[in-house]
Each structure stands twice: as C-alpha cells, then as structure tokens.
C-alpha cells in the first residue's frame, strides 16, 4: 500500500541499470577460453573468472552486477567468462582451486566473505591477477582496517564507500517518514554491511539537527543492530524485518542482498504505509515486484569497476592499488524515487544536490571505515 501525498515530482540521475540474469552452475565445463558467447576467436589472453558468494549470481544485487561486469568484459575481449556459484562459505576455497585448475589468471571474488579464501588463493597463486570486491584484503580479515596495500601483492581491492550515498539515503528517508522512525538491518555485521547502516544514521540525524526535528533510527545504534545471520530470504529476513517495523517505522533499509525479500514480505503482511530502500543495484529495476514499495536504492557501481578492472588486465601495467568508488568520482549513488517522485518533498532533490556537494567538497563530514 502507497502513500498519497501529493506534492511536486522530483528524483535523481540513477548510476545502474542491471538485466535478468540467470543463475550459473556450481561448476561448470566450460572452455577455459576460445571466445566469446557469440563464436568468435578469442583476442585476448585473459582468461577471465568469477566466483559468487553465498547469495548467488542472481540476488539481483552486487553478485549480478559483479557478474555482468565480468561478462561485459569477457564479450569486448573475445573471451568466455568461467563463473562458479558459491551455495556456502565452504564452498569458497574449493571453488577457488576449481578456477585456478581451469587456467584463470584473472579471477574476481565477489563480496567480504571471500576474503581469507581469496587471500590464500593469491598467496598460493602469484602469477594469478585477484580481484576481490568489498574488501581491502589488509589488515586481517576483520575488514576495519585499510592502509591502501593489499596483503598480497596480485589482489586488486574494487571498494565503495557506500556510506556517502547512504547519508543521503538516511536524510530522505528522515524527510519522508511520518511516524518519525526509520529503521535498518543487515545479512551480518560485515563492515560492508554496516557501512550502509552507518551512513543511513548519519544522514538520518544530519536531517534531524539542520530541520529541528525528532527522528529516531531504529535497527542500529553505531555499532550494534539487528541482523539476519545470514544473506538468505528466508524467515528471519522476514521476522526481523517485522521486529523493525513492529516499532513504528515507515521507512526501512535491508542491507544484504535478497533479504530485501523478507521486508516486502513484512510490509505486506503489517498492512501499513511503509517505504523500503534498496542497496546495491536500482531494485526498482532489477526487481520490478518491488515497484510499489522502493523510495530510493543505495548503489554501487559495481558492474562498471569490475568491467574496467578485467579490462585492465589485460596487459603487463596492471594497476592493484585500491579501487575506493565515491559520490565524487561516481562509484556511489541513489537512483531515482521512481514511483515515489510526487509523493516526497517537493525541495527534497535540491536539498539532496546541496548535501552531495557538501560531502564531495569536505564540509559534511561522513564517517566510515574507508573515509574517515
């Protein structure tokens, strides 16, 4: 159910557009290279590979757009993509070694549960180009630290500091909540996922101050909240997303892939006015069920940074310095309010526009473990 206010259209440029996309096999035969998926002679060396992470190549979320943007690079080298689908973190290593006995020497691991796997893998593996996605690959695997070198020399990081664009997510929903209260929870408490959690408080109480307003977030506290246990969509996506809601909030953020699915499911079931914001991808367009129900979606570019990393590899001047993607360089975003367009504040873009500036040019500060 919607809300009706009727007040002036406004919305934001979205950074992603992201397709249907079928699930991979665990481990699939393919030819290690040979070309592309159209039949042509493969151009390049790259022998380009991809592993998921538990939530699988169709979570219509930072997997499917990882994928993509191996795919993408895949087809523009004349070379196949080798994509293996992780169902658990048991998985992890032994997909790994089925890649490297497969000939890969580029292989992207999608998320910060691969981490240690893939930092094993590289060690192991010298000659072999890593790209790991959502994780510095220093400091241990605990992910709160980040000194700009990877503890391997051949793992590339791609990183987004998510909680930039969260912060701006965080102050609209503040904007638009009635009942005063918004509320977040996570898959786990993975700095990738609580960076989120982190900038959608922020901007939530940044709204709170500079309108003199009483607005609470519920689900986080800064360093403790509500979680899943896990990425799935299953019951305890759907009950904690309930416990949220059962306290007055009419503005929620999932962070954690398809747990999203539990929330749709909560907000169905309570009958109430609810707003939902995605992360990752636009969720308005990577799940059109969602329609009805998504204000805005936090967005990484993922897809672009992966294509461009595999890109890169081909060739010996392969940059492995941190990938960090920004408001200001447009690895981070919100998309558009789509079907919310006349139902949020009419002044709300402008305001938006102003805070994004302030962020880029240092004056509003947003802390998290990548900047600051």
Known sequence: MLKTRKVVASGLVALLTAAT?????????????????????ASSDVVPCIVSDAGGFDDKSFNQLSFEGAEQAADELGVKLIPVESNSENDYGPNLESLVGQG????????????????ESAAANPDIKYILIDD????????????????QPNIKPLLY?????????????????ETGKVGTYGGLPFPTVTIFMDGFKQGAEYYAKEKDKDVKVVGWD???GSFTGGFEA???????AKQILDQDVDVILPVGGPIYQGAITAIEDSGKDVAMVGVDADLYETDPSTQDYVMTSILKDMKVSTYEAIMSADGDDFDFSPYIGTLENDGVGIAPFHNFEDKVNPDLAGELDTIKSGI?????????????
């Not at 890969?104 to 930092?119: D, E, P, Q, R, S």
């Open 136 to 151: 510095s690959a220093d400091g241990g695997d605990d992910g709160q630290t980040f000194d700009g070198e990877a503890d």
């Open 161 to 177: 500091d998510t909680a930039q664009a969260a912060f701006l997510a965080g102050y609209a929903a503040a904007d638009y909540t």
């Open 360 to 372: 880029i040019d240092g004056s509003i500060k947003v802390n998290s473990y990548l900047g600051g």
């Open 222 to 224: 800064g360093k403790d």
């Open 234 to 240: 299953n019951e305890a996506a759907t009950s904690t």
């Open 104 to 119: 890969c020497n580029v292989i992207v691991t999608v998320g910060f549960a691969l981490a240690a796997a893939t930092k």
């Open 21 to 41: 996309l079928a699930a991979c096999g665990d481990a699939p035969d393919e030819e290690t290279n040979g070309g592309s998926g159209s039949g042509s002679e």
